[in-house]
T-cell receptor
């Protein structure tokens, strides 16, 4: 079974731009969660989607948004990028009512 | 609010030594889940173990073992006879139960960078 895939793997953007990251979950997994990893703040939960609905949300500004499609694939969008948004963005998928989340390799975003 | 503390920022040991990674958590929920993840240099988080709050049995999987003690809110991870391939950042995480099943988003500790020297 293929694992969680994330595209692109690396991205460089300029402050003020917006960016969209993509995540394809493991086949059969309908829940997708997003996390941000930075050296200073560590790993922080962004949001979770299930059946195309946001089910849970972390403490991030509204510039961070996401969506999920009917095939469970998910995208997250960050608008008006700031230097502090430079991070590794990790996507994780899980089965409905499951406890284990399986992570993708991440997208390394650099904002200059 | 829930919180996970991994006080050891970095541990360096020589191969074949045993090493224990500490994890202390805080939560007001009575039902919660604890996890350990491994993050090798490639960046992908690898799931190692999940523990339910109502199951305090310790677990052993090969060279890995986990000690869960609710009385001290700790969930420690021991690697026996460490190997160079064990070098990675290890994260402890906590998730509260969600009504209807499953668990909410993970709250991670800051991680412990484990270095195994040959």
């Amino acid at each position: 079974k293929a694992g969680v895939t994330q595209t692109p793997r690396y991205l460089i953007k300029t402050r003020g731009q917006q960016v969209t990251l993509s995540c394809s979950p493991i086949s059969g997994h309908r829940s997708v969660s997003w996390y941000q990893q930075t050296p200073g703040q560590g790993l922080q939960f962004l949001f979770e989607y299930f059946s195309e609905t946001q089910r849970n949300k972390g403490n991030f500004p509204g510039r961070f948004s996401g969506r999920q499609f009917s095939n469970s694939r998910s995208e997250m969008n960050v608008s008006t990028l700031e230097l502090g948004d430079s991070a590794l963005y990790l996507c994780a998928s899980s089965l409905p009512r499951s406890y284990e989340q399986y992570f993708g390799p991440g997208t390394r975003l650099t904002v200059t | 609010a829930q919180k996970v503390t991994q006080a050891q920022t970095e541990i360096s040991v020589v191969e074949k030594e045993d090493v224990t990674l500490d994890c202390v958590y805080e939560t007001r929920d009575t039902t919660y889940y604890l996890f350990w993840y491994k993050q090798p240099p490639s960046g992908e988080l690898v799931f190692l173990i999940r523990r339910n709050s109502f199951d305090e049995q310790n677990e052993i999987s090969g060279r890995y073992s986990w000690n869960f003690q609710k009385s001290t809110s700790s969930f420690n991870f021991t690697i026996t006879a460490s190997q160079v391939v064990d070098s990675a950042v290890y994260f402890c995480a906590l998730s509260e139960a969600r009504s209807g099943g499953g668990a909410d988003g993970l709250t991670f500790g800051k991680g412990t960078h484990l270095i195994i020297q040959p």
